[in-house]
C-alpha cells in the first residue's frame, strides 16, 4: 500500500510562482505514472478532480492538460525520488486544492478513477 503526500502549497499572488513537490512512503514510483490533480473551491464533495499534469517514472513522459501547458512544469527526481509540479505565472483560477496520485493504469492515465493512491491534498491560494 503506497501513501502520497504533497507538500510545498501556500499563498501567492497572481503572476507568482509555487512548486508542489509529491513523495511516497515506499519512496518508489517504479511502475507508476503520477499525476497531479485539482478540484476547485466550492465544488461538491466527490466532484471529479482534473488533472493537471502527469509523468511516467519509468519513461518520463508527460501530460499537460492543454489550458496550462506554458505556466506549469512537471518533472521527476530520481535520486529523491520526488515528483515536482513548478506553477509559474499563477492565476486566482489556478486556486485550489492540488492532489498527487499514482496510477498503474498503463498508457496516459488522466482522469481521477484511473488513480489508485491519492495524497490529503494541498492549498493553492493566488490572490488578484
Known amino acids: 500500500q503506497q501513501q502520497v503526500y504533497e507538500s510545498g502549497g501556500g499563498s501567492v499572488q497572481a503572476g507568482g510562482s509555487l512548486r508542489l513537490s509529491c513523495a511516497a512512503t515506499?519512496?518508489?514510483?517504479?511502475?507508476?505514472?503520477v499525476g497531479w490533480f485539482r478540484q476547485a473551491p466550492g465544488l461538491a464533495l466527490g466532484a471529479e478532480r482534473k488533472?493537471?499534469?502527469?509523468?511516467?517514472?519509468?519513461?518520463?513522459?508527460?501530460y499537460y492538460a492543454d489550458s496550462l501547458k506554458g505556466r506549469f512544469t512537471i518533472s521527476k527526481d530520481t535520486a529523491e525520488i520526488t515528483v515536482y509540479l513548478q506553477m509559474n505565472n499563477l492565476k486566482p483560477e489556478d486556486t485550489g486544492m492540488y492532489y498527487c496520485?499514482?496510477?498503474?493504469?498503463?498508457?496516459?492515465?488522466?482522469?481521477?478513477?484511473?488513480?489508485?493512491?491519492w495524497g490529503q491534498g494541498i492549498q493553492v491560494t493566488v490572490s488578484s
Open positions: 496520485a499514482l496510477s498503474d493504469y498503463g498508457s496516459r492515465p488522466t482522469h481521477d478513477y484511473e488513480y489508485d493512491y
Open positions: 515506499r519512496r518508489s514510483f517504479d511502475t507508476y505514472t
Open positions: 488533472i493537471v499534469a502527469s509523468i511516467s517514472w519509468k519513461s518520463g513522459n508527460t
